[in-house]
């Protein structure tokens, strides 16, 4: 609202927010505002059930839009809860427990509600501090690089690798990319941690050609807004050439839903393309797949997504989708690498489907460059 609207505007949306609140309350029913666009009903001496109609009443306030300078915008709330005294004895335990139930309903989609579990404890307390150590984690020196190994079926042959970031914050222990990445894209820091990720793999590359180590490919994951940046092409190349790595070793990795508006997505592929580098379509056939987009845009390789192989060979439907994308990545001249492998029976119907790879725990977790080195993957 504010980069629509501009600060004032924002704060006009808010106070028409607050109107709409507002109207919830009672003496058993309070509301304070705890921040920027947070908000927290106090309900007194309630049940449950009656807890439960509180957040779908909230819910239905927002259906309607909000009309500024004779625009409508529709706006949907995200609300964590939780109950005294099950979740905490004191406000500041009922507010991070409510803070990770919010957290929770914003990973599975938004415009809901949840009530906490004791399953939703994170590393942090809540989202505000865990936003303020990721600010200083690259300069502390707490993230860092794993590379999960991807196996050719047929040579058991490893001659590419995913990288994926790691996070081990001195304070609160090991914290999971599921949490951390979430919060990177949504205040902006994704675009400084991709960067640096793309810097740790040149340097790591650079150390292997030293060593006179086998050309390996390395992917990276690109997430959507990092995707959309005016100067990832060029920043991609600059590294390249510090490093003085090929750009054939270089594979970058987007989702489905990075490729919304057809236009930009060509225009940067093809950039990406003359610059050399490989590319690759993460968690395909989950999001909004489209064969459009695969005849129009030039893709290199083919992810399938865990959650089908998760299935194959116990799941009809599983299998025949996995069968399915294999056939259609040979046809169109792509490369297919099947993820989160972890059964040898999944690595049988693999092999029988003419999948090229694979990567998972059957073959490797995600380690270090020093493991790497050690099980001679880039010596082989």
Not at 103 to 122: D, N, P
Request: with cysteine; hydrophobic share 40%.
């Amino acid at each position: 609202m504010n980069d629509t609207l501009g600060l004032k505007g924002g704060d006009r949306v808010l106070k028409r927010i607050t109107e709409r609140l507002i109207t919830l309350t009672n003496e058993e029913c309070l509301l304070y505002r705890q921040g920027g666009d947070e908000f927290i009903f106090l309900l007194k001496n309630s049940s449950f059930e009656v807890t439960k109609t509180k957040a779908e009443e909230i819910l239905t306030l927002f259906i309607a839009p909000f009309t500024i300078d004779n625009q409508e915008f529709y706006i949907s709330p995200s609300i964590g809860i939780s109950c005294y005294p099950a979740d905490g004895y004191d406000s500041n335990s009922l507010i991070q427990k409510a803070a990770q139930a919010l957290f929770e309903v914003k990973e599975k989609g938004r415009a809901h509600y949840r009530f906490y579990q004791t399953h939703m404890k994170s590393s942090f307390p809540n989202y505000i501090i865990m936003e303020s150590h990721l600010r200083k984690a690259i300069e502390k020196g707490e993230l860092y690089v794993h590379y999960q190994p991807q196996v050719n079926l047929s040579t058991g042959a490893i001659d590419s690798f995913e990288a994926l970031i790691r996070w081990n914050n001195r304070k609160f222990g090991f914290v999971s990319p599921a949490q951390f990445i979430p919060l990177a894209e949504e205040t902006g820091l994704i675009h400084q941690i991709g960067e640096w990720v793309l810097e740790q793999v040149c340097i790591q590359l650079q150390k292997w050609r030293d060593k006179a180590y086998r050309s390996v490919r390395v992917a990276i994951n690109i997430s959507p807004k990092q995707f959309l940046q005016e100067q990832l092409v060029e920043t991609i190349d600059f590294y390249l050439s510090t490093y003085m790595i090929p750009a054939s070793c270089i594979e970058i990795e987007i989702t489905e839903g990075a490729m919304q508006d057809t236009q930009q997505t060509l225009k940067v592929l093809k950039k990406l393309k003359d610059l050399g580098v490989f590319i690759s379509v993460d968690d395909f056939g989950t999001g909004y797949s489209s064969l459009h987009y695969l005849k129009r845009f030039p893709i290199d390789v083919l992810k399938i997504d865990q959650s089908f192989v998760k299935e194959i060979g116990m799941n009809h439907k599983d299998s025949a989708i996995t069968t399915t994308i294999i056939h259609l990545a040979h046809s169109l001249g792509l490369e297919v690498i099947a993820e989160g492998v972890e059964r040898e029976g999944q690595v049988d119907f693999l092999k029988k489907a003419n999948c090229q790879k694979a990567q998972g725990y059957f073959f490797s977790k995600p380690i270090g460059p020093k493991e790497i080195e050690q099980q001679q993957f880039v010596l082989m």
